[in-house]
């Protein structure tokens, strides 16, 4: 910190004030030993020159105080930054529903279209961010994405099992996820085929992750419920 600068006077008024007055106190222990006639006894000249010591002493002290007192501000400002953080999850509704239900039918092919709401619960807001969620192919899923949209389309890819597909979407900085603020992303298409209606669980469990630029990955999970009729 410098004590004087000029961009940093008012935000250190206080530090600067005190270093002032040891300054001004030291000043005017010299004005008083150029003037004042002090005897050429011993005693005297000690004791004037403990007074310089000691002044000199108290303004490294009030300098040392100043410097450590901003280094600590510098260190609570940071970890205020790091302690704050956006939380992202999914969620089904704006309500913030996790889990849904879908008809199938063992006579034909249903169609249900789902909307993914993206949730920020934390205390920070974000725009740089990626979210993967992971489908049971059984669905045959995919989104379906307007013409047109000011959100970035999703990418898709197998899962290492091949059981599912993981859809991955990435903020691009074109997204502010605002803190209890929830964005409507676009639906997901899920295909029941009657063909496989045996083969439907009663449940199934969307597994997403969450990445950005703070420290661990957040994880998830949305729930889909099967009726069969």
């Known amino acids: 910190m410098c004590l004087f600068k000029k961009s940093e006077f008012k935000e250190y008024k206080k530090y600067n004030a005190l270093v002032g007055t040891g300054v001004a106190i030291f000043f005017v222990e010299i004005i008083l030993i150029v003037t ?3 005897s050429d006894t011993l005693l005297p000249r000690l004791a004037l020159a403990q007074l310089v010591f000691s ?3 108290f303004i490294l002290v009030l300098i040392a105080l100043c410097f450590t007192a901003n280094q600590l501000q510098i260190s609570i400002e940071q970890y205020k930054k790091m302690a704050a953080k956006p939380k992202l999850s999914l969620a ?5 529903k996790a889990e849904a239900t879908i008809d199938i039918s063992s006579n034909e092919e249903r169609i249900a279209q789902l909307y993914i709401w993206i949730f920020n619960t934390g205390n920070a807001i974000t725009k740089l961010f990626q979210i993967e969620l992971e489908i049971p192919n059984i669905f045959r899923p995919n989104f379906d994405i307007p013409f047109y949209s000011e959100l970035p389309s999703p990418t898709s890819r197998l899962s290492p099992s091949r059981k599912a597909t993981i859809f991955s979407f990435c903020s691009n900085e074109k997204v502010y996820c605002f803190v209890n603020s929830p964005i409507k992303f676009y639906p997901i298409v899920l295909h ?3 063909e496989d209606f045996e083969e439907y669980q009663n449940e199934y469990k969307l597994n997403y992750r969450v990445f950005g630029d703070w420290a661990e990955t957040q994880e ?6 099967i009726n069969k009729q």
Not at 220 to 225: A, I, P, S, W, Y
């Open 192 to 194: 029941s085929r009657p």
């Open 220 to 225: 998830g999970e949305l729930k889909v419920t």
């Open 92 to 96: 089904f509704s704006e309500d913030g």
């Open 36 to 38: 004042v006639n002090i």
């Open 55 to 57: 002044a000199l002493a």
